[in-house]
C-alpha cells in the first residue's frame, strides 16, 4: 500500500502532511509531521499542487485558506475536532454583546467560520503572546477552557472563558499521574496547556506537542510522563529514541462499521451509519490474532470493543477476546445491550468489564430515537450483572426527549433496585450531533438534578460525563474521599 501511496503521490504532485496525533503508521508515510502552526507553514511554503492533510477538518481549512489556488484533500471528510464544534458563530455573536470591550482571540481548533468572526487567532504555543500583543484589557478566549486559563494564570488581562474542552485532556486524571509518577520517580511530567488546572500545576513543563518535544530533545532527565493525546508518545519516541516516556493505563480500543440501531444523536454515525457501499472504503483487514500483538505492541493492557456496536462484529470479537484472554489482556465491551442470550453465554467467560448504554425510560422514546426497544436492554442489564462481569451503566441526558425528572428517577430506581446501589451510573451531558443537531446542549443544572435523584434514591457512584470540571465528581461512602474521574467511560 505504501508503494501506490507513493505512486499517485508523485503523480498527483501531492505532499502528505501528518498532524502528531495521527497514528503512527499515517505519520510514517508523511513528508512532515507537526502540530497545527508547523503545518501551516509547511502548508504556505510547499510548492505541490495537492496537499493531503491527514488531521481533522479546520486544520485542512486553515491549509486551504493559506493556499487559496492548492487543491486541500481531507481523507476522512467527517474526521472532525469536539473542542472545534463547541463554539458555533450565533454563541459568540451573542457573547461579543455582552462583551463588547473584549478581543476575541480563537484558538487555532476552531472551525473557519469562528476564525472569521475573531479578531485575532493563536495555537498554543504562542497563546499568551499574542494575547499579551492587544491593545484591550479584556479577551474573550475561545474555545478551549484549559488553554484560556493557562493563559490568564500568564497574563494581566481580563480573560473571558469560553465553556469548551478537549476530551482527550480532560480524561487524564490526577490519580493516572500520581501513580506514573509513583512507579517512575526521577520522570519529568510534561503536559499540553489544554490540560486542566489541577493536572498542570503537577508539571515539570507545560507547551505545545512542539515545544514538549523540543523540551524532552533537550533536557538532562532520560524519562518524561506525558500528558496529550497518546499517539503523540510514537513521536516523542522516533525523535528521541534514547529517552523513556510514559502515559496512563491505556485500552486498544477498535470497531467495525454498522450498528443495530440507528440513535439520532449518535456522535460515530460516520461509522455506525454508513452505507453498504461505503464499508469498505474504511479501515483494514486484520486478524484477531493481529489486533492481539497490535495491543501489547501499543503497550496497552486492555482491549474495548467499542465506537460502534460490538454485537454486529459479535464473532470477530469472541475471537479476539479468547486470544486477548490468553495474552493475558483485558476485553472490556462498550454496548447498547441489545444482543441475544446465545451470544451473551459464549461471550461473558471472556469479558471483564461492560459499560452498556440506557438511553431512556420509555420505551417509546426507544423505538423512535434509536429504532431498538427497551425491555430487551433492561433484561440483559441484569443478566450482565448475574454473570458477575464488571458492569457500568450510561446515560446520555438529551433536552426534551429523557430529562423530565420522572424519566430519570426511574431509571435511577431500576439501576439502583435491580443492578444494586454499587453499580456505576455515568451521566452524559449531549451535544447536538447527527440528527440532533437542533436540539441543545443539556444544561448543567439538569445534569445536577439528575445527580441529585440518583442519591436520594441510594446510589452510590454517581458520575457526570462531559462536564468534569463545572461539578465535582462523586465522593467514596466509605471513606468519604472525591473520587476523580474513574470509570469505563473514560477509556
Ligand atoms: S447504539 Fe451507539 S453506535 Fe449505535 S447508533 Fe446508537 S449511539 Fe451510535
Known amino acids: 500500500m505504501r508503494e ?51 488531521g481533522v477538518q479546520f486544520m485542512a481549512e486553515t491549509a486551504s485558506i493559506l493556499n487559496p489556488g492548492k487543491i486541500v484533500l481531507l481523507p476522512d471528510k467527517n474526521a472532525g475536532c469536539g473542542l472545534a464544534d463547541m463554539a458555533t458563530v450565533e454563541q459568540l455573536r451573542y457573547r461579543k454583546k455582552q462583551y463588547p470591550r473584549a478581543a476575541v482571540v480563537s484558538y487555532i481548533n476552531s472551525s473557519a467560520a469562528i476564525k472569521a468572526e475573531s479578531d485575532i487567532c493563536c495555537t498554543s504555543a504562542n497563546a499568551v503572546a499574542v494575547v499579551n500583543s492587544l491593545p484591550q484589557d479584556q479577551v474573550l478566549f475561545i474555545p478551549d477552557r484549559n488553554l484560556g486559563s493557562y493563559v490568564a494564570e500568564q497574563s494581566s488581562k481580563d480573560i473571558v ?21 509513583e512507579q ?25 506537542t ?24 510514537y513521536r516523542l519516541k522516533t525523535d528521541n529514541p ?36 461505503e464499508v469498505f472504503k474504511l479501515g483494514q483487514n486484520i486478524t484477531p490474532e493481529n489486533i492481539v500483538l497490535n495491543t501489547k505492541e501499543a503497550e496497552c493492557q486492555t482491549i474495548a470493543y467499542t465506537y460502534t456496536e460490538p454485537t454486529i462484529f459479535f464473532e470477530y470479537c469472541y475471537d479476539t477476546a479468547r486470544i ?41 422514546a426507544y423505538r423512535r430515537i434509536t429504532g431498538g426497544r427497551l ?19 450510561t ?15 426511574d431509571i435511577a430506581n431500576f439501576v439502583v433496585q435491580e443492578l444494586g446501589s454499587d453499580v456505576p451510573w455515568h451521566i452524559s451531558r449531549f451535544f447536538p450531533a447527527y440528527k440532533m443537531k437542533e436540539v441543545p446542549v443539556t444544561p448543567l443544572h439538569t445534569l445536577q438534578v439528575a445527580k441529585e435523584i440518583n442519591h436520594e434514591v441510594g446510589a452510590h457512584y454517581v458520575y457526570l460525563g462531559n462536564v468534569k470540571n463545572n461539578i465535582k465528581d462523586d465522593c467514596c461512602p466509605n471513606c468519604g474521599k472525591e473520587i476523580a474521574g474513574v470509570g469505563l467511560s473514560h477509556i
Open 184 to 208: 517512575h520517580p526521577s520522570a519529568e511530567i510534561i503536559l499540553h496547556p489544554e490540560c486542566p488546572a489541577s493536572l498542570r500545576h503537577m508539571a515539570n513543563f507545560i507547551g505545545s
Open 375 to 393: 425491555q430487551p436492554v433492561l433484561d440483559n442489564l441484569k443478566k450482565m450483572k448475574q454473570l458477575g462481569i464488571w458492569l457500568e451503566v
Open 4 to 54: 501506490e501511496i507513493e505512486a499517485i503521490k508523485k503523480k498527483r504532485n501531492a505532499v502528505i502532511l501528518t498532524h502528531v496525533y495521527q497514528r503512527g503508521e499515517v505519520q510514517d508515510i508523511a513528508d512532515y509531521v507537526g502540530d497545527s502552526l508547523d503545518l501551516s507553514k509547511k502548508a504556505v511554503s510547499t510548492k505541490s499542487d495537492v496537499i493531503v492533510f491527514c
Open 242 to 277: 534514547d529517552k523513556i516516556f510514559y502515559s496512563g493505563s491505556k485500552a486498544y480500543s477498535m470497531a467495525t462499521a454498522g450498528c443495530n440501531f440507528h440513535c439520532r444523536f449518535c456522535q460515530n454515525w460516520s461509522i455506525s451509519q454508513i452505507r453498504n457501499d
Open 324 to 364: 486477548a484472554r490468553k495474552a493475558g489482556l483485558k476485553n472490556i465491551y462498550v454496548t447498547n445491550g441489545y444482543m441475544t442470550d446465545e451470544m451473551l453465554a459464549m461471550l461473558s467467560p471472556y469479558l471483564d468489564a461492560v459499560n452498556i448504554d440506557l438511553k431512556a425510560f420509555q420505551d417509546k
Open 210 to 233: 512542539s515545544q514538549m518535544s523540543r523540551y524532552a530533545g533537550q533536557s538532562k532527565h532520560n524519562e518524561f510522563i506525558v500528558g496529550t493525546e497518546i499517539n503523540f508518545v
Open 161 to 181: 472563558l469560553w465553556d469548551g474542552y478537549c476530551y482527550v485532556h480532560e480524561s487524564i486524571t490526577i490519580d493516572q499521574l500520581k501513580s506514573l509518577k
Open 395 to 409: 446515560s446520555l441526558i438529551i433536552p426534551g426527549i429523557n430529562d423530565d425528572t420522572h424519566e430519570i428517577r
